[in-house]
């Protein structure tokens, strides 16, 4: 296609690589003037709907390579850079990452275009489990599910949650990963308790009592649907999984064809948050584990130790990290990138859109914005995605932690 930018007068070529999702919307900025230019392809007649801040005129293909020029795909990656004939963005990324890999990506992507329809129905699932009308989620989610809960019980109902969480977010996670992880929890739980069961139980106690766990559960289930918003522009950040060549941190200049930055940067900052809660149990647990008390932090010398688990939930996340000695559960420190979040939290993070490139300012002090930091929107989608899942992980631990309170403590709060 062919289109003249309404701002500048300027023409763009643009090459659109068609995704299987019923309905396709593309966003890049002109690169005359970097005004934004929007259009939705449909599948189907009347889907589509046409350019946003620019006018369509007839295409001469092959292109010239002096006029500006972009390629679309929402699926995957796609290279910045002048026309060339024939390299289309779908051979380009199969190229990548080879035949056997696309086709692993390439299912996920058809599972995303059945999942991304039902957005309203799983945000409202969850909002009803976090509501005070089990009887309602259970029916709503068995219809969904397609199956039955063996009854109302606290764990019967719990099954339902993770089931429905567990299908929903399948092709956002290493399933494998998460089956192993997640049956690994109780073995963590049944080994505690053969130590010293009293310990562990004033810990869960302290946990569910102060509404700690039930909290921690509740605000992480509320950033799934936002996952879901998001599918479009992580869509390439997934493909990165396929892709050995790529490294986390580094720059990566290639186009995400749709979506902008502003959109998510609130939500890194909410999955920050929650892990960093989240990582308050894993430390109580690996004080047990080591020292047999949850309040018990290593003496590491160099610095003065939390004095208690409170205390510990009050340190910045970066820092947490020291405190977990010899930790049981392994942390992936690329999750939550401190420098990143912070610009976030304070505003000190630019984004441009015609580049996608994202420059921010870690440091606080002083008036000039000194030492800036950048990356691409593409590595930015892939730490939220590397997030989510370190998010996801935990969570199960949450849920491991309620069937033991349950089924072991025989308690229902
Ligand atoms: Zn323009």
């Known amino acids: 296609m062919s289109v003249i ?69 929402l699926d995957f990656p796609v290279k910045f850079g002048k026309y060339v004939m024939g390299n289309t963005p779908f051979l380009m990324a199969i190229q990548q990452i080879g035949h056997d890999r696309f086709a692993m990506h390439n299912q996920r992507l058809n599972q995303l275009n059945t999942l991304y329809e039902k957005q309203a129905e799983i945000r409202n699932l969850i909002r009803l489990y976090s509501g005070n009308d089990p009887q309602l ?6 219809k969904f599910l397609r199956t039955r809960l063996k009854s109302s019980k606290p764990e019967d109902i719990n099954a339902g949650l993770y089931l429905l969480v567990s299908r929903a977010f399948e092709p956002f996670v290493n399933v494998y990963s998460v089956k192993d992880t997640a049956e690994g929890y109780p073995n963590v ?22 509404r700690f766990l039930r ?50 940067k609130d939500l890194y900052k909410d999955i920050a948050e929650v892990l960093n809660r989240q990582v308050v149990i894993v430390a109580g647990f690996n004080n047990l584990l080591h020292r047999g008390d949850y309040n018990a932090f290593p003496d590491l010398g160099r610095k003065k130790q939390p004095t208690s688990l409170n205390d510990f939930a009050d340190i910045p996340f970066g820092s947490k990290m ?17 420098h990143l979040r912070n610009a976030i939290a304070h505003f000190k993070a630019e984004y441009d859109d015609s580049t996608q490139l994202i420059t921010y300012f870690p440091k606080l002090e002083g008036m000039e914005q000194e030492k800036a930091q950048t990356m691409y929107f593409l590595d930015f989608m892939r730490k939220l995605l590397i997030s989510f899942r370190e998010m996801h992980y935990l969570h199960h631990l949450v849920k491991s932690i309620f069937y033991y309170r349950i089924l072991i403590q025989k308690k229902d709060r």
């Open 5 to 73: 930018c309404d701002t500048c007068e300027v023409q763009t070529n643009i090459r659109v690589g068609m995704s299987n999702r019923d309905v396709q919307p593309f966003r890049f900025c002109c690169q005359s003037c970097g005004s934004p230019i929007d259009f939705t392809v449909g599948r189907k007649a009347g889907q589509g709907k046409g350019f946003t801040g620019a006018r369509e005129i007839p295409a001469h293909a092959p292109f010239d390579d002096l006029t500006n020029f972009v390629d679309l795909h």
């Open 137 to 142: 989620f259970r029916i709503r989610v068995e």
């Open 189 to 210: 739980l049944i080994g505690l308790a053969k130590k010293d069961k009293t310990k562990l139980d004033d810990f869960i106690d302290h946990l569910a009592n102060t």
């Open 215 to 264: 909290n921690v559960q509740l605000d992480g289930l509320e950033l799934y649907p936002a996952i879901l918003d998001a599918e479009l522009p992580l869509r390439p950040a997934l493909f990165l999984d396929f892709d050995d060549k790529y490294e986390g941190g580094g720059l990566s200049p290639a186009r995400v064809s749709t979506d902008k930055f502003n959109t998510y």
């Open 322 to 338: 020291d405190w977990l000695d010899n930790c049981w559960f392994y942390f992936d420190r690329e999750a939550v990138d401190n």
